[in-house]
């Protein structure tokens, strides 16, 4: 038996998949910032030089604008497919350093010890560089979003009284004031001093405690504040040892 599939459900698939792939697009680029980093590449000139020649027109002012929207798209492209993976070509270098050192020395393997070693260094400079300016990118709605509904929605309360499941179940009403002060504090430093408020909470960790060092303190926290702490926590985990 087979399943009949009309040519108009298939316009309406693909037009959705093109959707996505534009929305996705247009995302990056609202994120895209230029990273000193790629000033190392003499790969990215090329980049550059093969964007600007698409820009077309005699008007300088519109000239200029399209080379920097067609020189932003074709930095993304180029970063995907050309760095990556820098991390990798970092391990993959070191391992090729290591086996010539382990090897006979001869004046061709110093040579190209040498150029490995520079090599390293020029990527792990650029590895720091990118990963500085990931940390520094604004947060955006999508990041509070994906925090709030990881969370597990009816753990302890904290002085709010309000789970996350409270936010989860109704986003559409409260997402644009909880998203706003999330941001505000994350972007800019602008912070509620309400939000901070807590609960410190002893449990027993014995069946009949006698003194402070038979309990385990636990700090209850408000939704927004847990929030905004999964937020950092998560940009940070990529970065930290």
Known sequence: MFNFISPHSIRIRLGKALQAKIGKIATQMLRFRFEQGWCLYDESKLVIHEAWDKVQGDDPGARIMDGIRSGRLSLLNWKRHILGHV??????????????QQGVITTASKVEAIKLAKNIDKLREVDDMETVTRLDLNFIEEEVKKCL????????????RMPAIFFQNYWNMVKDDLVNAVLVFLNNGIFLKKFNFTHITLIPKVER???????????????VMKVISKALTVRLKNFLP
């Open 87 to 100: 991390q990798n070509s970092i391990n993959s270098k070191q391992q090729q350093l290591d086996s010539l």
């Open 209 to 223: 405690p006698i003194c402070m060092g038979q309990f385990r303190l636990i700090t209850l926290c408000n939704t």
């Open 149 to 160: 509904f990881s969370m597990v929605g009816t753990k302890a309360l904290g002085p709010d």
